[in-house]
């Protein structure tokens, strides 16, 4: 009777069990998509296919590939700022005049300092032996300075800002042995571990014009050169030849930020007038870079050397005879030892980077004449260090700290002024997705001075996906005050912008 | 677009989808040797060496608002290890971008990665991040594109099926330790595994976060040069019957045998691009 029974508990658990798994399984059946439309699937990816119909047509649509951006902004400073007329010297007030707006006409930057239009063309051909050739163009015209009158703006400020056509990277890149390549023409080398902070990086200028808003494309100016590069296994070598000499593109006097230099001559009663400091040429002797990379399972590491023009020029005071003198700004040739390296251990990554700088030019105390200081060769010490996080939903910070510091500088109250002995940088950069990558959010934050006494700057940023072409990005730009040097002169130029941007 | 890490191990074109378990004490979870044999059979399928193909991964939202990323991917192994390299075809913003992954087969080694980044003409290594994140916003996350350790995993066969007119085993897969949990952030799968090729054809999965299910279902499985390989497949996010998002891949120009180089899936690789 009682296993009768338990015959019967068996088989009705088992009924009741298959039963269950039955409705599972409809459950788990019911939650798949019945059919897939895979005309949803269509896309313009295959490109312009009526191209072969045309004389090479075929080679050109395998081998040629043309894109690019166009882009529309404004940027707009909440802040009541202005500047110097640029083309109007900057000098120091007379006596009894203190008020160094009395001097000249001022340009106006509140609200509205840019709504450009800017493009930018990038052609790719492949070429036969596993060659390619790449030439950029860029260019944009700001209609900032009609809307508000070009004559309030001097000649630099309309020559750098108002409408430009560039360049960007030119060159032919191939390989010349089974583990050898060789790049000839206009290049960016982008060298270093760090994101935020040059220390290694020294072989291409910057675009500055812009502090805090360069568009990250447009950041490093190529420079012609060409370059040797060998691998074999986790090794890299590279040697550079660099052909051009080629300068940061500085704000330029009178612009919003370009500082107040009056006080380089202040007391003397002279007139000072300041270059543009964007050219190029190849009439120097030939710069020369290398470096020497392992990379490793968890970890890797380079060396670096360059002895090459520095990308920003100084002012060399050299004085004329007369009333008036030119502050000219003047390259240098400078040497570089450097070593960086990172390792990563689960979702942490940390990086080093040091580099020894040799007859790097800066200011040095005068004993008499009209200035009070003329140019000098010095040594210095660049390191920094960092640490990335990768953390869950696209989350990750970036921390790094620099350190310059000059070897031998000389002790003067003038130079003090404008150079200490030893600086700190800190960088700190936060960034997030949402919505599937539909929106990527950047927080950066630098400051200068060990603690942050120096100013620094502050920007949010937001990038969003309108399309798989369009993109809109919005931003807040501060700076925080400081002494009048550096980017502490820099306080009044808050700003906030919004670009619209079409790729292809 | 976001600089996170971009693990490509997936490249494989069989996303394993293993997932993880939510009551790690309950002794109900014993593993089922058959279902263990079975998927062992399933990693040791022959899913092909020195691979090359196209993705297009197309993104659809809730109002079926579409985005499309394109990628051109490569896929080598190293004995357990497999190196792979993927450079995005479009959105044309983000064109030549290149993600280097190095996956390691043992389960303690994190991958190497690095990501080329054209616009600042630089490639940077990344760490490891939570593998349980969206890829490149899809409904796939870098779990479902990575093999999972089977150690890692409890199986349970629960019943045989027809799916699409093949008969296919039904297979529970739980996680037996918290960091896969963790890793994966997925807390139970049921795979349905074809019995003729091993290949899995559909798996429902638990995420752990939101409370969602994620539906993968494999559309066209083709066989090339003699290896099965899902060239249409969707995974479809839900709460419920209600559709979050979907994501189809379809995997194109797939060749196998390619005699790639080792010395190809490196920084130099990188930068020269596809």
Same mark, same amino acid.
């Given at each position: 009777m009682a296993r009768a029974w338990l015959a019967a508990v068996f088989a009705l658990q088992a009924s009741v069990s298959a039963s269950a798994q039955d409705e599972e399984l409809d459950d788990l059946m019911g939650g798949f998509e019945e059919e897939l439309d895979e005309s949803t699937l269509d896309s313009d990816a295959a490109g312009p296919e009526w191209l072969v119909r045309f004389p090479f047509g075929r080679w050109v649509y395998e081998n040629v590939d043309l894109s690019g951006s166009i882009a529309t902004g404004a940027v707009v400073s909440y802040l009541d700022h202005h500047a110097d007329h640029g083309d109007r010297p900057t000098s120091p007030a007379p006596p009894g005049d203190p008020d160094p707006a009395q001097l000249g006409r001022r340009s106006d930057f509140t609200g509205l300092t840019r709504l450009d239009l800017d493009g930018f063309l990038q052609l790719d051909v492949r070429l036969p032996r596993e060659w390619q050739l790449r030439a950029e163009a860029l260019g944009w015209y700001d209609f900032a300075y009609r809307i508000k009158g070009r004559g309030d703006y001097g000649g630099p400020v309309l020559?750098?800002?108002?409408?430009?056509?560039?360049?960007?990277?030119?060159?032919?890149?191939?390989?010349?042995?089974?583990?050898?390549?060789?790049?000839?023409? %206009? $290049?960016?080398?982008?060298?270093?571990?760090?994101?935020?902070?040059?220390?290694?990086?020294?072989?291409?200028?910057?675009?500055?014009?812009?502090?805090?808003?360069?568009?990250?494309?447009?950041?490093?100016?190529?420079?012609?050169?060409?370059?040797?590069?060998?691998?074999?296994?986790?090794?890299?070598?590279?040697?550079?030849?660099?052909?051009?000499?080629?300068?940061?593109?500085?704000?330029?006097?009178?612009?919003?930020?370009?500082?107040?230099?009056? %006080?380089?001559?202040?007391?003397?009663?002279?007139?000072?007038?300041?270059?543009?400091?964007?050219?190029?040429?190849?009439?120097? $002797?030939?710069?020369?870079?290398?470096?020497?990379?392992g990379n490793f399972s968890g970890w890797d590491f380079g060396i670096f050397g360059a002895y090459v023009d520095e990308t920003s020029r100084v002012f060399d005071a050299e004085v004329q005879p007369g009333p008036t003198f030119d502050v000219r700004l003047e390259g240098n040739r400078f040497g570089m030892v450097g070593a960086a390296g990172n390792v990563t251990r689960g979702a942490w990554l940390a990086k080093v980077e040091f580099a020894w700088l040799t007859d790097v030019r800066m200011l040095r105390p005068r004993a008499g004449g009209a200035l009070p200081f003329w140019s000098d060769d010095k040594q210095r010490i660049d390191s920094m260090i960092g640490l990335e996080w990768y953390g869950p939903d696209t989350l990750t910070a970036a921390l790094e700290v620099v350190n310059r510091h000059w070897l031998d500088l000389p002790r003067s109250e003038v130079l003090n002024e404008f150079f200490e002995q030893s600086t700190f940088e800190t960088g700190l950069r936060i960034s997030r997705s949402f919505f599937r990558e539909r929106l990527d959010v950047t927080l950066l934050g630098v400051v200068f001075g060990e603690r942050a006494q120096d100013g620094g700057l502050f920007r949010a940023s937001g990038e969003w996906e309108i399309s798989d072409a369009w993109k809109v990005e919005t931003g807040w730009l501060v700076f925080a005050g400081g002494p009048n040097k550096g980017i502490g002169v820099y306080d009044s130029n808050d700003r906030i912008y919004l670009e619209f941007k079409y790729s292809f | 677009?976001?600089?996170?890490? @971009?693990?490509?191990?997936?490249?494989?074109?069989?996303?394993?989808?293993?997932?993880?378990?939510?009551?790690?004490?309950?002794?109900?979870?014993?593993?089922?040797?058959? *279902?263990?044999?079975?998927? #062992?059979?399933?990693?040791?399928?022959?899913?092909?060496?020195?691979?090359?193909?196209?993705?297009?991964?197309?993104?659809?939202?809730?109002? #079926?608002?579409?985005?499309?990323? /394109?990628?051109?991917?490569?896929?080598?192994?190293?004995?357990?290890?497999?190196?792979?390299?993927?450079?995005?075809?479009?959105?044309?913003?983000?064109?030549?971008?290149?993600?280097?992954?190095?996956?390691?087969?043992? *389960? /303690?080694?994190?991958?190497?990665?690095?990501?080329?980044?054209?616009?600042?003409?630089?490639?940077?290594?990344?760490?490891?991040?939570?593998?349980?994140?969206?890829?490149?916003?899809?409904?796939?996350?870098?779990?479902?594109?990575?093999?999972?350790?089977?150690? @890692? @995993?409890? @199986?349970?066969?629960?019943?045989?099926?027809?799916?699409?007119?093949?008969?296919?085993?039904?297979? #529970? *897969?739980?996680?037996?330790?918290?960091?896969?949990?963790? #890793?994966?952030?997925?807390?139970?799968?049921?795979?349905?595994i074809r019995k003729d090729n091993d290949v899995m054809v559909r798996s429902k999965i638990w995420v752990k976060k939101g409370n969602r299910n994620k539906y993968f279902n494999v559309e066209k499985l083709e066989q090339i040069e003699g290896i099965w390989v899902p060239t249409l497949m969707t995974m479809t996010s839900k709460k419920g019957e209600q559709t979050l998002h979907k994501t189809i891949l379809r995997t194109s120009d797939v060749k196998f045998g390619q005699k790639l180089e080792f010395d190809q899936f490196s920084v130099r690789g990188l930068e020269t691009g596809p």
């Open positions: 020559d750098v800002y108002e409408w430009q056509v560039d360049s960007g990277e030119v060159y032919a890149s191939g390989p010349i042995h089974q583990r050898i390549d060789l790049t000839v023409g %206009r $290049k960016i080398v982008n060298w270093g571990r760090s994101d935020t902070f040059r220390i290694v990086d020294v072989v291409n200028p910057l675009d500055n014009k812009e502090p805090g808003l360069v568009d990250i494309e447009d950041l490093r100016r190529p420079r012609a050169m060409a370059k040797l590069d060998a691998n074999h296994g986790p090794w890299t070598a590279e040697a550079i030849l660099v052909a051009e000499t080629r300068y940061d593109r500085n704000p330029p006097p009178g612009s919003d930020f370009y500082p107040n230099l009056s %006080r380089f001559a202040e007391g003397e009663g002279l007139i000072v007038t300041f270059p543009v400091d964007d050219e190029s040429n190849f009439s120097r $002797k030939p710069g020369v870079a290398g470096r020497f990379e | 677009m976001s600089t996170h890490t @971009y693990p490509v191990g997936f490249l494989r074109l069989s996303p394993l989808l293993f997932v993880a378990g939510l009551l790690f004490a309950d002794p109900v979870l014993a593993d089922d040797p058959k *279902a263990r044999a079975i998927m #062992e059979r399933v990693d040791a399928r022959d899913d092909g060496d020195d691979q090359t193909s196209t993705l297009q991964m197309v993104l659809i939202d809730k109002n #079926e608002k579409q985005r499309v990323r /394109e990628l051109r991917a490569f896929t080598k192994d190293k004995g357990e290890d497999t190196w792979s390299m993927m450079f995005f075809l479009s959105p044309a913003d983000v064109e030549d971008t290149g993600f280097l992954t190095y996956d390691y087969d043992a *389960a /303690e080694r994190d991958d190497d990665q690095w990501l080329y980044l054209p616009a600042l003409k630089k490639t940077k290594r990344i760490a490891s991040s939570d593998k349980s994140g969206s890829f490149m916003g899809s409904d796939f996350s870098y779990a479902d594109m990575t093999e999972r350790p089977l150690e @890692y @995993y409890d @199986y349970k066969l629960l019943q045989e099926a027809v799916v699409e007119g093949h008969p296919v085993w039904v297979i #529970e *897969a739980v996680p037996n330790n918290e960091e896969e949990l963790d #890793e994966t952030g997925y807390t139970k799968s049921i795979q349905f």
